[in-house]
């Protein structure tokens, strides 16, 4: 049996040096205060076990990672009609590009990046009593915890500098694919990305997809078998901005990331892990997360290949 603990010590103490490298996300002014040098990693096992190491107790902005609870929420209603208005491709662009949607006409390449999440959002307002409490109600039962909360600093701070994120609902409502009032889009937008949790909870949260859709404590069925196995493959195509082909080559896992510096990673059957490091790289990924999922994989000997 392997020794999870005895394997993401090793693996904290071999790549906190990357903690170093790299910069936060400091064009979200909110963002640009935290601590680079806060690192950690939490394993929660499909049968109830937890590894932890650094810091995992503390709450960070998850950012992007919320997106798959937005796609988890609009496929458990509207299931296929969601890709009518939203691609499955991966991107080759960055995560905000408007020439991509151009090109496209104003339909995004996938529910990762911002315009596909734009769009989810939009499904979600025209689905859900209340976007905002409904989404964190969500989550709190993915993670079995009611501790979790948008951040309003950061939610507002996304607001006052998100000029990109506005042209591009604004592009995306003249071409029909966004139906309710672009400022409300936006500012459900803004605050699903800015839900702040620990390490312990975002890993706690993804096990519904290592477990194909049901959460395992409780026996509650999220999805379909056949919806988490399309959430999954999106995750590993999509799920690491423009970095994906390269992360999966590293790690062999489906992951989603976002720029509060969090990865959050599935093993099939058997475990998620969620990693933090604020400091990323080029792409917008943390240094030290994906250093810490390759690491974690090849020590472990699994991957979903």
């Not at 109830?48 to 209603?77: H, N, P, R, W």
């Not at 499955?88 to 590009?97: K, L, M, Q, T, V």
Request: with cysteine.
């Amino acid at each position: 049996m392997k020794n999870y603990q005895e394997i993401i010590e090793e693996i904290y103490h071999e790549i906190k040096p990357l903690t170093k490298q790299g910069k936060v996300a400091d064009y979200i002014p909110a963002l640009a205060r935290v601590n680079r040098d806060k690192l950690g990693i939490s394993v929660s096992m499909i049968t109830g076990e937890t590894y932890c190491v650094g810091d995992v107790e503390e709450k960070f902005s998850i950012q992007s990672i919320a997106k798959v609870f937005s796609l988890t929420l609009a496929m458990a209603k509207q299931n296929e009609k969601i890709w009518k208005r939203i691609g499955r491709e991966p991107s080759g662009n960055a995560f905000n590009s408007l020439v991509q949607l151009e090109y496209e006409h104003g339909i995004p390449r996938n529910p990762f990046v911002n315009a596909g999440a734009l769009v989810v959002t939009d499904i979600l307002i025209s689905n859900l009593d209340n976007a905002y409490t409904d989404f964190l109600d969500f989550v709190h039962n993915l993670c079995v915890s009611a501790d979790i909360d948008y951040n309003e600093e950061v939610a507002q701070s996304e607001k006052e500098t998100g000029f990109t994120n506005a042209a591009m609902v604004n592009f995306l409502r003249s071409h029909h694919n966004i139906e309710n009032d672009v400022n409300q889009v936006l500012d459900v937008y803004f605050h699903h990305c800015s839900i702040d949790m620990n390490l312990k909870e975002l890993s706690r949260s993804f096990l519904y997809l290592t477990n194909h859709g049901v959460i395992p404590c409780s026996n509650q069925r999220i999805l379909n078998q056949s919806q988490a196995k399309r959430i999954n493959a999106l995750m590993l195509t999509c799920g690491t901005y423009d970095e994906a082909g390269d992360f999966a080559y590293l790690t062999g896992i489906p992951a989603k990331s976002g720029v509060g510096g969090g990865i959050a990673a599935i093993i099939p059957n058997k475990l998620s892990v969620a990693v933090w490091g604020p400091a990323l790289n080029e792409k917008g990924n943390s240094l030290a997360g994906v250093k810490a999922l390759e690491l974690f994989t090849t020590k472990t000997g699994m991957s979903i290949f």
